[in-house]
């Protein structure tokens, strides 16, 4: 974005009423609560249009969400969507229908997907209805909350960022 200021979005995903699946949107409302000057803060249930359109006239978009690939729970990986495709998920790891990956993939088909746009994937334990962030997953979500911190901070707010 050439000539204007960046604007940045930090967007979590999950239902916080599925166990380990809520991790997104926990990270958000702490991003929510470090009120870091000219971060917007977005939670979304992982409904892949409206991802798409959130993301659609964005710079710079931070994605949070669970995963379940099979690594430890609790293992956090930092993925540079617009420079690399998202490992597809199996079905039965997505609750938010056709899951994250397709969205961004599909966002990145449609030439909408942001020039910036990170996923800090956290692995799930407990997916269960009713269910609260298991332990492990807990303290990754603090430790990605602070990560974001950090980037943004040192990162993405040190360009021009413009309040999105």
Known sequence: MTGAAARVLVIGVGNPDRGDDGVGCAVATRLEAMGLPGVAVAHMNGE???LIERMADESI????DACQSGALPGKVRRID???EALPPESPAASTHGLGLAQAVELARTLGQLPPT???Y???GAQFEV?????PVVERACAEVARRLRDE???TALGKGVQHA
């Open 117 to 119: 746009c990170v996923l």
């Open 121 to 123: 994937a956290i692995e």
């Open 130 to 134: 009713g269910a609260a962030l298991s």
């Open 48 to 50: 892949i249009t409206a």
């Open 61 to 64: 978009v931070y994605l949070v």
């Open 152 to 154: 943004l901070t040192t």
């Open 81 to 83: 969507a617009a420079r």
